[in-house]
């Protein structure tokens, strides 16, 4: 399952923004008292197509794409030295897919900023180097291990990509800058550097901020974003939460008043499945209608894997049907008449919001 941690300072807002995608209830002063367990849950991700497909088919079952969420304690300055939760946080953040940094600049008197003041690029410095640091540390270690050993003739070309790591790590560059090979990062992928994952930027503000559409260091976040080509997020996490907890018709009313367009998860996913380059096709019928997340660029016969490895071993034919055809055209049978329906073999390349049926045979 894909999986995403919430990093940043303390207070600023990650664990009700957990509470937000999970629809859990965790307390959001648990981490004053030096907590040092991350909270996990899975976040159903919204999926209108997923909606419209259980409005044919009148499934037993409706399953959306699941993205789990695992909410990590604050992480202060001085981490990657042991400081605060130091090592146990940042060994709980390792197996993640990718991080999310939230950052706060919401007005709270009654919620102190641990940094004595709101200053967002302050903030995002601090977790980064934290996180760098973190990995320099593992790669020197590693680097001493092999150099030590007997079989460093054997291992000569790990030593020379880590060597290139430690180099842009000493100069505050990420190991995700360096663009490596899929054979280069096969041999780092056991150490799950922090700099290696993708990461999105989430700016967590105050109402009064959503409604004004606009808040301090607002263009300095934006450029700095934009200079990384890393996601920006701008979520009331605390609106949205209060929001998530009325009756589904007073939760659109409430959306429309504060113009919020865009639920946060859905937010958070899309750019997620897009820095991850993710796609989800569908399975449809009388007992399930289910979304399935795949890489883009996998075969039919791989993503028949994804249901069961049966599927996979015994791939015949996929019959596929292209989601926006059924949306347009209402439904199976028109589809049909229109000669929109098709048969793809093994080879064939899945599109996002595909509708497959694999015939197999084991």
């Known amino acids: 399952m894909l999986s995403c941690g919430l990093i940043g300072l303390p207070l600023v807002g990650k664990t009700t923004l957990y509470n937000l995608l999970t629809k859990s209830a965790q307390e959001t002063s648990s981490f004053f008292t030096g907590k040092t367990e991350a ?18 088919y009148k499934p037993r079952k409706t399953i959306y794409a699941q993205l789990e969420v695992v909410d990590l304690v604050g992480l202060v300055k001085g981490a990657s030295e042991g400081q605060g939760v130091g090592n146990a946080y940042l060994s709980q953040a390792r197996n993640v897919d990718s ?32 996180l760098l640091f973190s990995d320099l540390d593992m790669v020197e270690k590693r680097i001493e291990r092999i150099e030590a050993g ?25 190991v995700h800058s360096l663009d490596l090979t899929d054979e280069e ?17 989430v700016v967590n503000i105050d109402e009064e901020q959503l409604r004004a559409k606009d808040y301090p260091h607002q263009e300095a976040l934006r450029q700095y974003a934009g200079e990384k080509s890393m996601p920006l997020l701008e979520i009331c996490a605390q609106a949205e939460l209060e929001i998530s907890q009325l009756e589904p018709g007073d939760q659109e009313e409430f959306m429309l008043d504060l113009g919020i367009a ?30 399935w997340t795949i890489d883009e660029g996998i075969t039919a016969r791989a993503a028949a894997g994804k249901i069961h490895s049966d599927l996979e071993r015994g791939f015949i034919r ?11 055209l209402g439904n199976i049978t028109r589809v049909k008449e229109k000669g929109l329906f098709r048969l793809e073999g093994k080879e064939y390349i899945v599109v996002d919001g595909d509708i497959m049926s694999i015939r197999f045979n084991v």
């Open 185 to 201: 990062s096969a041999y780092i992928r056991s150490f799950a550097l922090f700099t290696e994952k993708p990461m999105i930027l």
């Open 150 to 174: 007997k079989k460093k003739a054997d291992q000569a070309k790990e030593l020379s990509i880590l060597g290139r790591i430690r180099d842009a790590l000493h100069n505050e560059k990420t």
């Open 99 to 130: 991080l999310v940094h939230v950052v706060r600049v919401f007005n709270n008197p009654d919620v102190p900023h641990p940094e004595g003041k709101i200053d967002p690029l302050r903030d995002i410095e601090t977790i980064n180097l934290e």
């Open 318 to 328: 996929a019959e596929v049907i292209k989601y926006s055809d059924l949306h347009e």
């Open 262 to 291: 865009e639920s946060g998860i859905s937010l958070l996913a899309r750019s997620i499945y897009h820095h991850l380059k993710l796609i989800s096709f569908f399975t449809v019928g009388e007992d399930e209608v289910r979304a």
């Open 39 to 56: 909270h996990k849950g899975i976040a159903m991700i919204p999926d209108a197509r997923i909606d419209f497909l259980s409005g044919i």
